[in-house]
T-cell receptor, first 113, second 113 residues
Framework: NAGVTQTPKFQVLKTGQSMTLQCAQD?????MYWYRQDPGMGLRLIYY???????DKGEVPNGYNVSRLNKREFSLRLESAAPSQTSVYFC????????????FGPGTRLTVT | AQSVTQPDIHITVSEGASLELRCNYS??????LFWYVQSPGQGLQLLLK??????LVQGIKGFEAEFKRSQSSFNLRKPSVHWSDAAEYFC???????????FGKGTRLSVIA
């Protein structure tokens, strides 16, 4: 039981390049989330998926797209990376969105130069 | 809308001293409350949660938190801090209506000898 896994762990991009961050969970959870963490800003929700087949914007969705590929997988895509997207990205999952604890992956550290 | 305030950005305590991290929330109904810990370079791990019942809840690693409805608070405590407790701590409140947890901005704990 791996919990929530994220790939890659580290990534360096040049401005304008695109990439997809992958997230998978093996806990049969319905809901999945993408956050970014920046110093002094705490966790900010980018997008979430309350259930398979649905996605919703969070606090900071601009510059990102997501795909809930199936119940296990939730990917985050940067179409044209910008230095402002340099951050640590966390994926999380939970049985449902409202009254449930979230389980977090180990994070992806992304640098955009 | 729900909100969470962690008034202290950074706290330093001596090893062996007691600890209290503050969390205040804004929520109309009885909230579901969580404390998470993030060690350096790691994802977030759940310390404890409050759903209902006894207002003093015990968590992992010797932590406890007390829910005080009259003060809209859910402060985290530990009687004797260990150097390994140095980390960032996040308070979160669950919402209703199929929307995700709302996180505070975190309190960074430093432990000195």
């Amino acid at each position: 039981n791996a919990g929530v896994t994220q790939t890659p762990k580290f990534q360096v991009l040049k401005t304008g390049q695109s990439m997809t961050l992958q997230c998978a969970q093996d806990m049969n959870h319905n809901s999945m989330y993408w956050y970014r963490q920046d110093p002094g800003m705490g966790l900010r929700l980018i997008y979430y998926s309350a259930s398979e087949g649905t996605t919703d914007k969070g606090e900071v969705p601009n510059g990102y797209n997501v795909s809930r590929l199936n119940k296990r997988e939730f990917s985050l895509r940067l179409e044209s990376a910008a230095p402002s997207q340099t951050s640590v990205y966390f994926c999380a999952s939970s049985p449902g969105t409202d009254a449930y604890e979230q389980y977090f992956g180990p994070g992806t550290r992304l640098t955009v130069t | 809308a729900q909100s969470v305030t962690q008034p202290d950005i950074h706290i330093t305590v001596s090893e062996g001293a007691s600890l209290e991290l503050r969390c205040n929330y804004s929520y109309g109904a009885t909230p579901y409350l969580f404390w998470y810990v993030q060690s350096p370079g790691q994802g977030l791990q759940l310390l404890l949660k409050y759903f209902s019942g006894d207002t003093l809840v015990q968590g992992i690693k010797g932590f406890e938190a007390e829910f005080k409805r009259s003060q809209s608070s859910f402060n985290l405590r530990k009687p004797s801090v260990h150097w390994s407790d140095a980390a960032e701590y996040f308070c979160a409140v669950a919402s209703s209506g199929n929307t995700p947890l709302v996180f505070g901005k975190g309190t960074r704990l430093s432990v000195i000898a």
